[in-house]
């Protein structure tokens, strides 16, 4: 199972930044999706997660009502729409894939992808 995020880049205080994970190799809706993000010198921290078929959505508190996750079974992709970004959003963005959403809020984690940087300026 391959996962690739892209869509990262830079943007500015207050603006907003959709990243994308796209997978394969394996059953998409099989899984449940979450997104992982790690800033420089901190350790990596939950984001977001997904429910295989999409009906029940997991956030950081850091992150509620400013982050939506959502996911395309169909073209076995996972989105993170980031609005009111913040300098403390900087960090590299992964996304990974567990067997239920429990065990992807909880780090329990079966595939795992590369990052793409969202780097927020102010």
């Known amino acids: 199972v391959q996962l690739q995020a892209f869509g990262g880049g830079l943007v500015q205080v207050g603006g907003s930044l959709k990243v994308s994970c796209q997978v394969s190799?394996?059953?998409?809706?099989?899984?449940?999706m979450g997104w992982f993000r790690q800033a420089p010198g901190k350790e990596r921290e939950f984001v977001a997660a997904i429910s295989w078929g999409g009906s029940s959505t997991y956030y950081a508190d850091s992150v509620k009502g400013r982050f939506t996750i959502s996911r395309d079974n169909a073209k076995n992709t996972v989105y993170l729409q980031m609005n009111s970004l913040k300098p403390e959003d900087t960090a590299i963005y992964s996304c990974?894939?567990?067997?239920?959403?429990?065990?992807?809020?909880?780090?329990?984690?079966?595939?795992w992808g590369r990052g793409t940087l969202v780097t927020v300026s102010s």
């Open positions: 990974a894939a567990g067997q239920t959403v429990v065990n992807v809020v909880g780090g329990t984690l079966d595939y």
């Open positions: 190799g394996r059953t998409f809706s099989d899984y449940a």
